[in-house]
Structures are given as C-alpha cells and as structure tokens.
C-alpha cells in the first residue's frame, strides 16, 4: 500500500541551461548515472545511484532569465490547501498547481523572503525512509533574513515545528528529533541570498571539493565542522548551481 511522509523533502531537482556539462559533472562528482524520459513539457533526466532513484533534471528554457538551480520537493496531504496557505502568510505561487500522470499533484512557491521550494503529493505515495548513502541527498537548509517570519510561514503551510538543532545554535524544521522527523535547518542570514539549499552526502569532503574544482567548478565554503553531526561544504556547479556536500 503507498504511504507518504508528510512534511519530508521527498524529491530533489536540477534546472541547467546544459544538460551536457551537469550530466558529466554530477556522473564524477557524486557517481550518479542518468536515464532521459520524455515528460509532459519536455525531455527528463532521472539521475540514478546504482538502480536507486535520486533526483531529476530538466534543461532551463530557452530565454529564461535565471541562473541554474536546485529545487527540492516538499510533501504534503494537500497540495492546494497547502497553497492556499501559503499565499494567506504572504507567499508566491509561482506555477501550478499540475498534475502529471503517475507521479502526482505539485507547485512551487516562494515564500515571503525569497525560498522557493516545491510542493507535492505523489501518487504512488513517498519513499521510506533510510540514512542517506553517499551520492544521496541527505538534508535542506533555509537561509532567511526573517526567522519570525519563516517559523509563522512554514508552521501554517506545513505543520513544522522549530526546535534546537543538536551541537549547535541552530534550529531544526520538523515534528519531533528522531531521524525521519527532522527535515530542515533555519539558519539567520544579513545581506546574503536568502533561499533553500540541499545537501548530498559524500565519502570526503575533501576528495568532492577536489574533484568539484577539478570538473570547473567552484568551492564557496570549506569544511564547517557541526559538532556531534559531521562537516559540510558548500560548492558551484560549473553551471551555476549551488550545493551543499555533507560527511557524517
């Protein structure tokens, strides 16, 4: 029987103006492999470890003034219940709501001080949770300049509660503090992009910064140290995209 976990990021995808070069970066980056399929608006990439499904990507449109991004999907019971909220806290509907066969109901939506995330209801339910292996996306992480303001937003279209983030003065998006209930960090940002990140584990920090700068692309952050949790490190695709590495 399909079951879902509510209020879990569940899906995470690549937008690139090339698909080529992301494809290549990513295969010697994180070991993913890729199986295009033909969608609804166009050509798909699954990205895949081993047979498991990881993630997507699409190619940005043509004429589309944006820089490449990562986007990461966020479960929900309802998807147009949970846009109706998000719009009463002062949040963007940027396309959708959709519906696309045999994979569900979604949106993407920017709240009120700049994340963009995306919204879903898979129909045959989310994946069952377990500790992310290396080349797995692992976590998110939301930069605000208002954590008021995004402790009120996600609290109403998501049902999150904050709570103190183990070995450290951040805070945690979430229902309770087991693995599978934690799906987020808050963290305060003053004059940086506010935004989502995603994060993918790796075997060395050291080792995907390396080969990152070697494939062209840039590091913008070395290893930070979480105590009791691990380090993270935060780089550019070639492309543009930024993502965040964890080691446990």
Do not use: H
Not at 41 to 61: D, H, I, P, T
Not at 224 to 235: D, F, K, L, M
């Amino acid at each position: 029987m399909p079951a879902w976990t509510y209020g879990m990021f569940v899906w995470r995808e690549l937008s690139t103006p090339d698909v080529d070069g992301a494809l290549r970066f990513y295969g010697e980056l994180a070991g993913w492999k890729s199986q295009k399929v033909d969608m609804p608006n166009g050509a798909y990439w699954l990205l895949l470890r081993g047979e498991k499904q990881v993630g997507g990507l699409m190619a940005l449109a043509p004429g589309v003034d944006m820089p490449p991004y990562w986007m990461s999907y966020l479960s929900v019971p309802d998807v147009d219940a949970a846009l109706a909220a998000a719009k009463g806290f002062g949040g963007e509907v940027v396309w959708g709501p959709i519906d696309v066969d045999d994979i569900g109901r979604m949106a993407t939506v920017v709240d009120p001080r700049g994340g963009a995330f995306s919204l879903m209801k898979a129909t045959k339910g989310d994946p069952v949770f377990i500790p992310p292996a290396p080349g797995e996306f692992c976590w998110e992480q939301l930069s605000s300049p208002d954590l008021d303001n995004a402790r009120a937003f996600y609290r109403a279209v998501v049902g999150w509660k904050t709570m103190p983030f183990p070995g450290g003065q951040l805070e945690t998006f979430g229902f309770g503090p087991r693995p599978g209930e934690q799906a987020a960090t808050l963290v305060a940002v003053e004059g940086g992009q506010p935004g989502w990140m995603t994060f993918i584990v790796v075997d060395s920090l050291t080792a995907a910064c390396a080969r990152t700068v070697k494939l062209g692309g840039q590091v913008l952050s070395t290893e930070t140290v979480v105590p009791g949790i691990g380090a993270y490190s935060v780089i550019r695709d070639p492309q543009g995209a930024v993502l965040g590495l964890f080691k446990a």
